[in-house]
Antibody, heavy 120, light 111 residues
Framework: QLQLQESGPGLVKPSETLSLTCSVS??????????WGWIRQPPGKGLEWIGN???????YYNPSLKSRVTLSVDTSKNQFSLKLTSMTAADTAVYYCARLYDTSGWVDSWGQGTLVTVSS | QSVLTQPPSVSGAPGQRVTISCTGS?????????VHWYQQLPGTAPKLLIYTNSNRPSGVPDRISGSKSGTSASLAITGLQAEDEADYFC???????????FGTGTKVTVL
């Protein structure tokens, strides 16, 4: 059974860079047709797509975050990562890593989520 | 930044039927992109309920169904049970974003 697990700091200072890693187990990150993505959810609010990456390195970013986001993949470790620069309080959210069937498809597997708070 | 609109809340008594609408536009649902639905229980990650408009993953009961027409989609829950009390989100692809868009979310309350 596929499992995804986010790791990274729970607290980030304003203006700093958030770095999160998603470790994939029970399946290969190089599986064809599957994209790997990040989705966030501010407390008490809805879901926001951040971006997707294919194992080849092809990326798609939400235009509203594109200038601050970088996704990367490490196939040797079966992991993919998120970097989000210039963090503000508005970036406080639960960050989920996820597997999507195709870049336009559904999320069939989610990480448990990790709460990231931006505060000095 | 949600571009798919859902009612904030719906409610029903046990055993009743409730429906949740998801309204999009010509750059997402209206462009023919598929709609998917998720259930989110408090403090947990969303769970896939319906994919590609009307398909249920294994383990999802057949009292849950989805449909799509024009620029909108709907999720129906029949035989409402206490365990259905949760938040529900729709998702589609938006050509202007070249990525996923989610609905605003609907809280289902079982009276």
């Amino acid at each position: 059974q596929l499992q995804l697990q986010e790791s990274g700091p729970g607290l980030v200072k304003p203006s700093e860079t958030l770095s999160l890693t998603c470790s994939v187990s029970g399946g290969s990150i190089t599986s064809s047709r599957y994209y790997w993505g990040w989705i966030r959810q501010p407390p008490g609010k809805g879901l926001e797509w951040i971006g997707n990456i294919y194992y080849s390195g092809t990326t798609y970013y939400n235009p509203s975050l594109k200038s601050r986001v970088t996704l990367s993949v490490d196939t040797s470790k079966n992991q993919f990562s998120l970097k989000l620069t210039s963090m503000t309080a508005a970036d406080t959210a639960v960050y989920y890593c996820a597997r999507l069937y195709d870049t336009s498809g559904w999320v069939d597997s989610w990480g448990q989520g990790t709460l990231v708070t931006v505060s000095s | 930044q949600s571009v798919l609109t859902q009612p904030p809340s719906v409610s029903g008594a046990p055993g009743q039927r409730v429906t949740i609408s998801c309204t999009g536009s010509s750059s997402n649902i209206g462009a023919g992109f598929d709609v998917h639905w998720y259930q989110q229980l408090p403090g947990t990650a969303p769970k896939l309920l319906i994919y590609t408009n009307s398909n249920r993953p294994s383990g999802v009961p057949d009292r849950i169904s989805g449909s799509k027409s024009g620029t909108s989609a709907s999720l129906a829950i029949t035989g409402l049970q206490a365990e259905d009390e949760a938040d529900y989100f729709c998702q589609s692809f938006d050509s202007s974003l070249s990525g996923s868009v989610f609905g605003t979310g609907t809280k289902v309350t079982v009276l």
